[in-house]
Structure formats: structure tokens, C-alpha cells
């Protein structure tokens, strides 16, 4: 079965770090666009940063530029998203998506993508 998982969410301080990651189940996630979207609660879900499968091209949101990145491990078979310096905005369920399409600075945040993970929680709170 084609799927996406999710893992390494936990509870922060601030200034605190985690590594999520998301693997894929019955498929390559090299070739494919991965975005990491969020949802807060009592809000709607954001798209944070994109591994393009076009060079690798990364895009980010503002929020987050300078203290998350994204990586492919293709042997693995997994894509990291490292979080540095969090904040209690970064608060929320954090969801894996990949596209066939290698998205582009003009549609990354869409979520139009073909598999989603379950999600997984990141609280920063001190």
C-alpha cells in the first residue's frame, strides 16, 4: 500500500530542535516533491518548506527561513525537516506530502499532492 509516515514529533522549549521525518511505503520518494505542510489548532493547514524533485530545489515560507531545512535521504528512502530555534507558533500536527509534479516557486504551497501521512505533533512550549 502506497503511504506516507510520519515521525519524530515530540514537546519543545523554545530555542529547542527536532528532526521529523517521513518515509515512504511502496514507492521512491526520489523523483517525487515532498512538502511539509502544518495545522495549528483552530486553523487552517500552511505549507512550511518543499524539497523539489527538480535539482532539489527548496522553497521556504517566511516563518521559517533561516531556522528549518529539508533533505532527501534516497537510501532511506525518507526526507528530514530539521527544526531549529522553534517557537510556540511552530506548535501544530506536521503532515508529509508528496506530488509526481516537481512543483516550483509558484505552486509548492498548493495541496494538490498525490500522498499525505498521517501527521505528527510538534508542541514548543515552555
Known amino acids: 500500500q502506497l503511504r506516507l509516515v510520519e515521525s519524530g514529533g515530540g514537546s519543545v522549549h523554545p530555542g529547542g530542535s527536532l528532526r521529523l521525518s517521513c518515509v515512504a511505503h511502496a514507492f521512491f520518494l526520489d523523483g517525487y516533491a515532498i512538502t511539509w505542510f502544518r495545522q495549528a489548532p483552530g486553523k487552517e493547514r500552511e505549507a512550511v518548506i518543499c524539497?523539489?524533485?527538480?535539482?532539489?530545489?527548496?522553497y521556504y515560507a517566511d516563518s521559517v527561513k533561516g531556522r528549518f531545512t529539508i533533505s532527501r535521504d534516497n537510501a532511506e528512502n525518507l526526507v528530514y525537516l530539521q527544526m531549529n530555534n522553534l517557537k510556540p507558533e511552530d506548535t501544530g500536527t506536521y503532515y508529509c506530502?508528496?506530488?509526481?509534479?516537481?512543483?516550483?516557486?509558484?505552486?509548492?504551497?498548493?495541496?494538490?499532492?498525490?500522498?499525505w501521512g498521517q501527521g505528527t505533533q510538534v508542541t514548543v512550549s515552555s
Open positions: 524539497i523539489s524533485s527538480h535539482d532539489d530545489d527548496t
Open positions: 506530502a508528496a506530488d509526481a509534479l516537481p512543483r516550483n516557486p509558484s505552486d509548492w504551497w498548493e495541496e494538490a499532492y498525490d500522498y
